[in-house]
């Protein structure tokens, strides 16, 4: 079968460093994307990864081992507005992309 | 307009109702997914539509849930004979080309079944 693991909730202070990790088990395993979504939005894209090793978006980065079948989302310089749920999802060679069940972020000011 | 749209945003129905849910997707976007979201929990796949291709309707719950693709454009899920646990929202995202793993949300319908 295919599944993602990330932990439910996560909470760090304002301006700080958080990483929200992510470990798959999936067949054809071409990528892992990250998403956001604020209470009541709908999810935004905001990275992939391809092949191992970090990218860097901004405040964000996210990080893949293949390998490992790990990956994690990290977020530096906290904002308030940075508290959502945030989905790390696989994607394969069937062109759809699954979802894990998401972190929810708890920022504290 | 530039984003993806869904209509209705919200949608309440007694039990044993049909109800049609529609998404407009991107401008130009070849694929099409529909996922259902339950309160506080993950995005379950549902369907998807690539171009000209036959859906893959893999994720479908029950012979309840149908959806098609008009004109590679506007996609409507419909749901038969509506049942409690059928209460989620559901979203539509688009994608361009090969570029699935960046889809591009709508904001969601809210169905709820009394």
């Known amino acids: 079968g295919q599944s993602l693991e990330q932990p439910s909730e996560v909470t760090a202070v304002e301006g700080a460093i958080v990483q929200i990790n992510c470990t798959y088990q999936?067949?054809?395993?071409?990528?892992l994307s990250w998403y956001q979504q604020h209470d009541g939005g709908a999810p935004t894209f905001l990275s992939y990864?391809?092949?191992?090793g970090l990218e860097e978006t901004g405040r964000f980065s996210s990080f893949l081992s293949r390998s490992d079948s790990y990956g994690y989302l990290l977020l530096q310089e906290l904002q308030m507005k940075d508290s959502a749920s945030y989905f790390c999802?696989?994607?394969?060679?069937?062109?759809?992309?699954?979802f894990g069940k998401g972190t929810r972020l708890h920022i504290l000011p | 307009g530039a984003g993806v749209s869904q209509s209705p945003s919200n949608k309440v129905t007694e039990k044993g109702k049909d109800v049609e849910l529609r998404c407009d997707p991107i401008?130009?976007?070849?694929?099409l997914y529909w996922y259902r979201q339950s309160l506080g929990q993950g995005l379950e796949f549902l369907i998807y539509?690539?171009?000209?291709?036959?859906?893959?309707k893999s994720g479908l719950p029950s012979d309840r849930f149908s959806a098609e693709r008009t004109g590679g454009s506007v996609s409507t899920l419909t749901i038969q004979r509506t049942q409690q646990e059928d209460s989620a929202v559901y979203l539509c995202?688009?994608?361009?080309?090969?570029?699935?793993?960046?889809?591009?949300f709508g904001p969601g319908t809210r169905l709820t079944v009394t």
């Open positions: 401008s130009g976007h070849t694929a």
């Open positions: 999802a696989a994607s394969n060679r069937d062109d759809k992309i699954i």
């Open positions: 990864n391809a092949l191992d």
């Open positions: 995202a688009s994608s361009y080309g090969q570029a699935y793993y960046e889809q591009y």
């Open positions: 999936t067949s054809g395993f071409y990528g």
């Open positions: 539509f690539q171009g000209n291709s036959a859906p893959d």
